[in-house]
């Protein structure tokens, strides 16, 4: 029997998604531990304070994790229609085949893309699959991002194409490349990693100024040279302010709790 294109790459990215998670269940239990042990050493006092906190933060990341991964199986077991972009068909933007790099970048946006997937359906956009780009695209005229498009793991939120084919080329290779920038923040620090890291960028360099546009390419997102230092306005000066103001109580605090432990072990 000879299996379609889209039920080998079905298979091959849920196989792929169990393997990974086997590996990140073994490797979180493994940091667990060792994050344990650690709190836990001998005369360090156990710290008590914000624990229902810390304890409902978790469970509501592990909530949206999960129902993102689960969504996400059920659009690769249901796959939708593939997308018919004005001026025809696109040729794919890929070199090469259906690579284990692809793969991995898929495997590690697999609960973002499946909460891209739902918010999608949530608010009635038309969702299709891009043969070009290996990804999804929704459409929808007043998404969450406004009039750009914006990259979430393996689908990207637009309202629309009214562009030429040449330019939707380019655009296609450059929502990739924030595809990859997408997989590997959350393989190094988890679902949030990319968006945090992409809006703190974007604060202090937005615009053209930003790394991760400049690293997808500037041209083919659409976006003009305008400069490439911080942006240093009210805000962003605001900001660093705070966060230095954080550092020295943080430093003072410290320091104040070293002397007090000091005199407290000094002999009467």
Known sequence: M????????TLGVGGAAALAAGSAILL???????????????????VTRFRRTRAALVAAGLVIIAVGAIWRLTIAIKPVAACTPPGGPQVSTRTG????????????TWPETGIGLLYSRVSDAKVCWSRAADYYVA????????????NLGDITLTPGFDIS?????????????????????????????????????????????N?????????????????T????????????????????????????????????????
């Open 28 to 46: 979180g239990g493994i940091l667990g531990l060792a994050w344990w042990s650690w709190r836990r050493r001998p005369g360090r006092k156990p």
């Open 211 to 227: 790394h991760f546009e400049r690293w997808a390419g500037m041209e083919s997102g659409g976006y003009s040279h305008g400069g």
């Open 139 to 150: 459409v929808h005229e007043e998404h969450i991002a406004g009039a750009r498009a914006v």
């Open 165 to 209: 084919k040449e330019e939707l080329r380019t655009l296609n290779t450059h929502e990739a490349g924030h595809r990859t920038q997408w997989a590997i923040l959350t393989a190094i620090g988890g679902p949030l990693a990319f968006p945090v890291a992409y809006g703190i960028d974007d604060f202090f360099f937005p615009g053209a100024r």
């Open 2 to 9: 000879r299996v379609s294109r889209r039920a080998q790459v």
């Open 229 to 268: 230092g911080p942006v240093l306005g009210p805000a962003q000066l605001a900001v660093l302010g705070v966060v230095a103001a954080i550092i020295v109580a943080a430093l003072l605090a410290a320091w104040h709790r070293r002397a007090a432990t000091a005199r407290s072990r000094s002999p009467g």
């Open 97 to 108: 085949g259906f690579g284990a790099s692809l793969v991995a970048q898929k495997v590690a």
